[in-house]
């Protein structure tokens, strides 16, 4: 695998607070009645229910692949999940809680969270997942390569786990979060498109800040640009940090408005949440009696 | 997953394609929280005095041209009357002690605030422009001028140490329609607060919300008449400017009509700001963050359907980046929502009147005839009311009509440059002089440009952006005199030299 030269991975300036401005200005989108409904139940089949916990056990994530085929017992014709999220040594029970439900598997990898392992260990990560049979890889890249100015080695490991992962779709998360600028975080785009990323995923959901709106526009763009250069679709997720159906649909508007209708899918839009999706039926359930129900009304899984 | 329409879209035009798969539903604004009377007054000596002319103008919504209300049309009497209201009340507001005065003019800001749903309502309704605008731009700004002025009020000696500041008298404000409540406050704010007394002429086409800001006076017991509002057409503003009971006069709107009023005051003891027409450059480098860059042209061209003296209405882009910076602005004036102004998801609202739409009508033909090339999104237009789309010329020279006189409507005109030199250079040659924007990544080039920048404003990597703080004025045909800041409070004081002690 050779290094990409680092001209390659120059890209534009952004100005953060006319992006800043801009994502605001879309958050104040006025969604009502169909628009909201229609909104909310894309919102659901973009969601990958995650958990991502040292307490996981097969009893939880049986109970999650549950709620994503179907969010709520009471309307069956809601659409299920996009996927469940879990770590690897979980990937085995979520396919088979999952099989036949058309919900896919992703398993985060490469030494996720911090991503400080040898690389070796992270591709062996990556193939035990693939192998227990996830659909879809969370990687996260190197920041401290990244940080330190080696684009080219975060580039070459991002190519590595993209060929380790075969047939599985490759989500790149960038960690917004701990690169910090607007500059940085564009770069780190421009890596992972050029090599191969399936999906721009803002974070892993344990730095603060996640995903916040202006970091989702700045990705929508980036996956934008590389479409029209290159004639190759990239999605985005967003994730970690959103957790009511109100963010939801302002990251939805920043994608109709961004990238288009051919975005608006879950092939190319994802929600990577735990707790959004009790706060999008409570919503949607109100929007079709007029009324809140209690929060117990939904499953707690 | 996903395959196949990964081929299939590998397979289709590279194009993006905007708003057939989730549409937004109508968010309309409601406008039961308040009501229009049928008739309104002038607003003389604290009361609603009928018009010794007897004759009353209509108001309409440009979005729909259904009359709104009507409104007196003051003659030179009305404004006699309203001049003698005015230079008895500035016998005692100018003794006020001036922390006094600043408890009324923060007064009229907190209430403005508090009634702030209603005066967008009725501005919108009024204006055409939309409610988005009105609630986050208009009336919030409009108020942030009332409560940066309150604090000049009790502060002048330090804004002008050892000068002695008074108040000039009587001053004369004839105002626009483009930002009528907004426009009001600019004038009225450093007005009041200095300790001067007002007669304010609203546009004819545009008069409500200035209407209603006298209820605000009343509800604030700002002394009668302090402030007194006589509305009318273009025969009571010359009937007002060539009073001589003023002290001042202050004028926004077109170039036209500012020399014809600084000619009526010649020669008399009247002091005089005219803030009028521009034709502002944006000068887009290469380096620029261009989707960014982008988003400001937009808000520059078609804030308010380019009904904005400030707005920029020329964009000069690095002939490098051309191409791909027209292509981002065509993609994105695609998503430009243009439609009922009470619409909350109203990116443009309607053009303000049938007069302006013929004037943007006629010279985007001209620019056709002269050979630029036009673009406009599709957009469906309604069928009553006054509507323009977004244009958009690339192709155009220095000489094209499009270039060089003041359309006030929602029409960019695109040029380019090569070098830093020829960019400044096109951006000064021009009659007017009020704004200008800069958009690099080069703090250096900023600096270096916008000290050769012919324009009383020069936004870096911004546009349209205001704040009661900053001074905003032009050079050349666009006017003179400041609104705003320190400048600005200059334009309302008389200074003393030297006095002798004690």
């Not at chain 1, 992270?122 to 227990?132: I, Y």
């Not at chain 2, 009318?232 to 002290?247: I, K, M, S």
Request: aromatic letters at 8%.
């Amino acid at each position: 695998m050779s290094s990409s030269s680092p001209v390659e991975f120059r890209v534009p300036p952004v100005d953060a607070v006319a992006l800043e401005t801009r994502a605001a200005d879309l958050g104040t989108r006025s969604l009502k009645k169909q628009a909201k409904v229609q909104g909310l139940e894309l919102a659901i089949a973009m969601m990958d229910l995650t958990t991502l916990e040292g307490m996981d056990s097969p009893g939880k994530v049986r109970q999650l692949c549950a709620k994503a085929r179907r969010p709520f017992a009471a309307r069956p014709e809601l659409p299920s999940c996009a996927a469940v999220c879990v770590y690897p040594d979980l990937v085995e029970v979520a396919v088979q809680a999952l099989r036949g439900s058309g919900v896919q598997v992703a398993s985060v990898a490469t030494g996720f969270p911090a991503g400080r392992t040898d690389r070796a260990t992270k591709l062996r990560e990556v193939q035990l997942a693939v192998g227990d049979g996830a659909t879809e890889i969370d990687m996260v890249i190197d920041r401290g390569a990244f940080l330190a100015g080696r684009y080219g080695q975060v580039y070459d490991e991002i190519c590595a786990v993209k060929q380790a992962c075969g047939e599985a779709h490759l989500k790149v998360i960038l960690e917004t979060g701990e690169l910090k600028t607007y500059d940085n975080i564009r770069r780190a785009c421009r890596i992972a498109l050029l090599a191969g990323a399936d999906f721009l995923k803002t974070s892993t959901g344990k730095v603060t800040p996640a995903s916040t709106p202006p970091v989702v526009l700045l990705l929508l763009e980036a996956a934008r640009d590389h479409f029209l250069e290159t004639g190759r679709m990239v999605g985005v997720k967003a994730a970690g940090g959103i957790r009511t159906a109100k963010d939801a649909l302002k990251y939805l508007v920043l994608v109709a408005e961004t990238c288009g209708d051919a975005w608006l899918s879950p092939h190319w839009f994802r929600f990577g949440a735990s707790s959004l999706l009790n706060d999008v039926l409570m919503q949607l359930e109100k929007e079709r009696t007029g009324r809140y129900q209690r929060p117990s009304d939904f499953s707690a899984d | 997953m996903a395959k196949t329409d990964k081929s299939e879209n590998k397979a289709a035009a590279r194009e993006l394609a905007f708003g057939g798969v989730w549409q937004y539903a109508p968010s309309i604004e409601g406008t039961d929280h308040f009501t229009i009377q049928a008739r309104h007054e002038l607003f003389v000596g604290g009361e609603w005095v009928k018009p010794k002319t007897g004759e009353y103008l209509p108001t309409i919504n440009p979005a729909t041209e259904s009359v709104l209300s009507e409104v007196a049309m003051a003659g030179a009497k009305d404004v006699d009357r309203a001049v003698a209201a005015a230079q008895q009340a500035f016998v005692g507001w100018r003794r006020l002690p001036a922390e006094q005065r600043a408890r009324y003019v923060f007064r009229i800001a907190r209430i403005l605030l508090e009634r702030a749903r209603e005066f967008a309502c009725l501005e919108t309704l009024d204006n055409g422009k939309p409610i988005k605008e009105t609630r986050d731009v208009d009336v919030p700004l409009a108020a942030q001028h009332f409560f940066h002025h309150a604090g000049w009020a009790d502060k002048l000696d330090l804004l002008f140490p050892g000068q002695h500041p008074e108040p000039l008298g009587v001053i004369g404000q004839v105002i626009p329609w483009n930002f009528p409540l907004l426009m009001a406050a600019w004038k009225l704010a450093p007005a009041l607060a200095a300790g001067n007394t007002v007669v304010l002429k609203p546009a004819e086409s545009s008069p409500l919300t200035a209407l209603r800001l006298a209820e605000v006076f009343q509800q604030a017991e700002l002394p009668p008449g302090v402030v007194n509002i006589v509305t009318g057409d273009g025969r009571t503003g010359a009937a007002l400017v060539r009073h001589p009971g003023l002290a001042k006069v202050a004028f926004t709107g077109s170039t036209e009509v500012g020399k014809e009023i600084q000619r009526a005051v010649a020669g008399r003891s009247v002091e005089l700001t005219l803030e009028l027409g521009g034709k502002a450059a944006h000068l887009v480098f290469e380096d620029a963050a261009l989707d960014q860059a982008v988003e400001g042209v937009v808000r520059g061209i078609f804030f308010n359907q380019g009904h904005v003296c400030c707005a920029g209405s020329r964009l000069i882009v690095q002939e490098s980046v051309h191409d791909l910076f027209v292509d981002k602005l065509r993609r994105r004036m695609q998503r430009i929502r243009v439609g009922d102004p009470m619409d909350k998801n109203t990116d443009m609202g309607a053009i303000h009147s049938a007069a302006q739409l013929a004037r943007i009508v006629e010279l985007v033909q001209s620019g056709v005839d002269e050979g630029a090339e036009l673009f406009q999104p599709r957009c469906e237009l309604p069928a009553k009311g006054f509507w323009f789309a977004p244009t958009m010329f690339t192709g155009v020279g220095q000489t094209h009509r499009i270039c060089r006189e003041e359309i006030f409507g929602p029409v960019l005109s695109v040029s380019t440059f090569r070098t830093p030199e020829e960019a400044v250079e096109k951006a000064n040659n021009t009659s007017y002089g009020l704004s200008a924007g800069i958009w690099t990544d080069k703090g250096a080039r900023i600096l270096w440009l916008a000290s050769r920048m012919k324009a009383g404003v020069v936004w870096n990597n911004t546009f349209n952006r205001f704040d009661a703080a900053s001074p905003f004025g032009g050079f050349k045909e666009s006017g003179f005199g400041r609104e705003g800041g320190r400048q600005g409070m200059r334009a309302y004081v008389r200074l003393k030299g030297a006095l002798s002690p004690g």
